[in-house]
């Protein structure tokens, strides 16, 4: 831990560390993954695990004064061991070579909930004010996609027009805008500085009209659902009612207005078209976060005044449960009963037809589930077969490949649980939920603390959206709800012993190490590909094999090398890497698919065979 120490030293130089360095820290490390296409890949996940590291140490060894609460010692333990767990999986994985890439994307998590969990007591407002600012940047250059394309624009061919930049999936940045959103009311609502609450306020338009622009319905449905678990877990209920009532119309007020221009909501728009409307809705929206940030300035000085009588607030809740009666029996009127309105959804949601429609508008009112039902049920058929411990980590795609009706490509499995539980088995889900439920329930336990509800509601909209998509492979969207967790577990704690700090300091020993290699491996894979775009083939050559010996489980190196080889005449060379990629990874149908490409006689048709039985709908499986 010497770097760890170096780093206390100049802390100490400096006299008490920075109030600031908590937010600097989330602010940088969140917007750095989330600016790397999201962290999807593996490029960023080394230098986090790392740094995320680094600052647990330096936690550790600066003082005696390190604490950690027993709801954030045990989600650590917990994380720590569905960590073990997935790189436990190798061993018995149809893919070795994603089983130990989820690995360390998943030390990403232990690692940084260990040092938000360390770093939190001194200031959770601002390390949370560090993840808002994250997302807020993050998303207002993806806006701005959008509304200056003349000058920002970015190709949205894949996404049909729906905004995805820089995190690169469209329902992933909406939950990402949905999140930030939530803790921006938390603020605007409950910071102890009022700057800090018209800055927040003023980013909710900016939020808000990111999160339309995505036209994911899931993301909306995740804010609402997070929204309403903030006024229930609440114990200031009647000022945040307040400040949804003086805040929401700017922000709705923002999105009705991008809704209605009409080049901004079409697949294809032209872009002249495309960059008028956005110049223009640029202007709207700086008046309507400029309104909403005065009207948090005006409304902070009466908040602390708020208070109603208990007659007004027993009026208010009477109020509202007729509300509610009035809303449940017009809804049964106009669609029928709850039972009828439950089956007409879910065969909307199984059906096969897509969620579009003349404008992008009209995919937030489908009910389509896109697939995913389909995706459900093959996973469910791998449950069955391998309950205790499944197929190993991220290996979703190779039963989608082989069980697959239609030939759509799928790699992850819209479900964050039924994945876990398909591809790490009883075991792996229990790790995962217990993990995730431990900072829910430590945070309905502290709900009264300030900002608690606010975070709460973040948490539980990544939650809910985790059961329709696969933003836990989505590093930097991840990451925020990681902090929000542990904000949630703080709780006051006795310093660390003698022997607690051991077995954190050799945990965050682990964590570091695997940081290193993490890194360390990726780096003859860099020099690779430079080696490739300049056709040094003996460079390359060499490169590959090192990459090997680093990870000999892994069949990305010779792939990248045998393409390339093979794209430019060297057959024998070709077949040579194809034939090593396939000993490393015999259930990568791509790689046998290369390997019959380079291959002749008896043994194209060999690789050809294993194609069709790996992936039946495949080009290649129509071959004779």
């Not at 995505?214 to 609440?234: D, I």
């Not at 492979?473 to 991840?478: C, L, M, S």
Request: hydrophobic fraction near 55%; glycine fraction near 8%.
């Amino acid at each position: 831990m010497a770097i760890a120490r170096v780093g206390v030293r100049l802390l100490k130089a400096r006299g008490r560390p920075p109030r600031s360095l908590p937010a600097a820290g989330a602010f940088l490390v969140v917007a750095a993954v989330a600016f790397d296409q999201g962290g999807y890949f593996p490029g960023p996940w080394g230098w986090t695990i790392l740094a995320a590291a680094w600052a647990a140490a330096v936690a550790l060894v600066g003082g005696k004064r390190a604490r950690l609460a027993r709801p954030a010692a045990a989600t650590a333990a917990l994380l720590a061991a569905f960590t073990a767990w997935t790189a436990l999986s190798t061993t018995w994985s149809l893919s070795p070579t994603q089983s130990a890439l989820e690995t360390q994307r998943v030390a990403v998590y232990a690692a940084a909930f260990l040092a938000a969990a360390l770093w939190v007591r001194r200031s959770p407002e601002r390390l949370l004010t560090g993840v808002w600012a994250a997302v807020s940047v993050v998303c207002g250059w993806s806006l701005l996609t959008r509304l200056v394309p003349d000058r920002f624009g970015v190709d949205y061919v894949i996404s049909g027009n729906r905004l995805s930049a820089p995190v690169g999936y469209w329902n992933s940045l909406g939950l990402f805008a949905a999140i930030g959103a939530l803790l921006a009311l938390a603020l605007a609502h409950e910071s102890a500085s009022r700057l800090t609450r018209a800055l927040a306020a003023a980013t909710l338009p900016l939020l808000l009209t990111t999160l339309y622009f995505t036209y994911s319905r899931g993301a909306w449905l995740s804010l609402g659902f997070g929204l309403a678990v903030a006024l229930a877990a609440s114990a200031r209920r009647v000022r945040l009612g307040a400040a949804i009532v003086v805040l929401a119309p700017w922000a709705a007020v923002a999105v009705w207005r991008a809704a209605s221009m009409r080049p901004l909501t079409i697949a294809n728009p032209s872009l002249a078209a495309a960059a008028h409307d956005g110049h223009r809705l640029v202007l709207f929206l700086l008046l309507a976060s400029a309104c909403s940030g005065a009207a948090a300035w005006w409304l902070a000085p009466l908040d602390a005044r708020l208070v109603l009588p208990g007659t007004w607030l027993r009026a208010t809740r009477l109020a509202g449960a007729a509300l509610a009666v009035v809303a449940l029996i017009g809804v049964t009127v106009a669609f029928g009963s709850p039972a009828t309105i439950a089956s007409k959804t879910w065969h909307a949601f199984a059906g096969g037809g897509g969620a579009g429609g003349a404008t992008l508008n009209s995919r937030l009112f489908s009910f389509s589930g896109s697939g995913r039902v389909t995706q459900w049920r093959i996973a469910w058929q791998e449950v069955q077969a391998h309950p205790i411990v499944g197929t190993g980590a991220r290996t979703s795609e190779i039963s989608w490949n082989r069980l697959r009706p239609t030939a759509s490509h799928v790699r992850d499995v819209h479900n964050l649980y039924l994945q876990a539980l398909a591809e790490l088995g009883v075991i792996g889900l229990a790790f995962l939920s217990l993990a995730l439920l431990v900072p829910l329930v430590a945070g309905v336990a502290s709900r009264r603390r300030p900002l608690l509800a606010g975070v709460l509601g973040a948490y539980a909209a990544y939650l809910l959206h985790g059961a329709v998509d696969w933003d836990w492979e989505i590093t930097g969207v991840t990451l925020p709800a990681i902090v929000c967790a542990a904000v949630l577990t703080r709780r006051p704690a006795r310093p660390l012993g003698p022997r607690g700090r051991r077995v954190a300091l050799a945990g965050v020993a682990v964590l570091a190490a695997g940081g290193i290699y993490t890194i360390a491996a990726r780096l003859p894979l860099n020099r690779l590909d430079t080696a490739l775009a300049r056709q040094e083939w003996a460079s390359a050559t060499h490169d590959a094999h090192q990459a090997a010996r680093l990870a000999p489980w892994s069949s990305e190196p010779y792939l990248k090398l045998g393409e390339a080889e093979l794209a430019y005449g060297l057959t024998p060379e070709a077949h040579d890497a194809f034939r090593s990629a396939v000993d490393r990874d015999g259930n990568n149908w791509v790689a046998w698919w290369d390997l019959a490409q380079a291959s002749r006689g008896g043994e194209r048709t060999d690789a050809l065979l294993h194609v069709k039985l790996l992936n039946p709908l495949a080009p290649p499986a129509a071959f004779p």
